[in-house]
């Protein structure tokens, strides 16, 4: 997995690229916590992500809830195929 | 239920117990129900749930520290349109009564890798592992 933080006015952009799984979810975890941590709203591109598993929606539950606690925005855009699917599984549990 | 005939075929392959393994793993899959002609949405579906297993046993049955050179075995069978893959490892026993995904409305990272488990599957069983292996899942599909 690669990534690129992209800043536009007070919104982070963090374009995640290739496969999000428990090998690299520390990598993502320790990319975008730490913009909601400072009070960043932070948008999550994921149109280049071909494949998320468990460990990879955790991070993005986490994101979540740390920008409720912060009052801030997290987004999730432009949602791949891939992981739209995995996305509506989860939701079923959510 | 698949209307296709699926050829009956078997394949396994060691991996090392480790999450850079993973990857591995999903490669391996790929190929198999490649030859399997298993249809797009299904394969990424079995995959995902291959992978999770797989990362339960390095997550869970090794706790993140299984030595450089340990194993875990991934068997993938196809007889008569039933799918089963196994799973062979030497990490601590599993209690199958303490393997279950979170409540519904327990909003909280973790727990879901189960979940996708149990959603994708139709059946998932541990069987007593035959030396050299302490723990056997098995998960099955019909296809």
């Known amino acids: ?94 | 239920m698949s209307e296709i005939a699926h050829q009956d075929h078997i394949e396994k392959k060691a991996f090392l117990v480790n999450s850079s393994s993973l990857k591995d793993v999903r490669v391996f899959c790929r190929e198999v129900f490649e030859k399997l002609h298993i249809q797009e949405d299904l394969k990424d579906e079995l995959v995902l749930a291959i992978a999770e297993a797989a990362q339960n046993i390095v997550k869970h049955a090794f706790k993140n520290s299984a030595s450089p050179t340990e194993l875990m075995v991934v068997q993938i069978s196809c007889e008569n349109n039933k799918l089963q893959i196994a799973f062979y490892d030497r990490g601590t026993p599993v209690d199958p009564k303490k393997v279950k995904h979170r409540e519904i409305d327990n909003v909280k990272p973790g727990g879901l890798g189960t979940f996708f488990i149990q959603e994708i599957m139709d059946a998932v069983e541990f069987k007593d592992g035959k030396k050299p292996w302490i723990n056997h899942l098995v998960l099955t599909k019909q296809l």
């Open chain 1, 1 to 94: 997995m690669t990534y690129k933080v992209e800043e536009l006015d007070n919104v982070s952009i963090v374009h995640l690229n290739g496969e999000v799984d428990m090998d690299v979810a520390d990598k993502a975890r320790q990319t975008i916590l730490p913009l909601i941590e400072i009070g960043k709203n932070v948008q999550v591109n994921l149109s280049k992500v071909d494949y998320m598993d468990s460990s990879g929606i955790s991070v993005l539950i986490e994101g979540k809830q740390l920008a409720e606690k912060k009052s801030t925005k997290f987004e999730l855009i432009e949602v791949s195929k891939p992981v739209e699917k995995v996305l509506s599984m989860a939701r079923k549990f959510l």
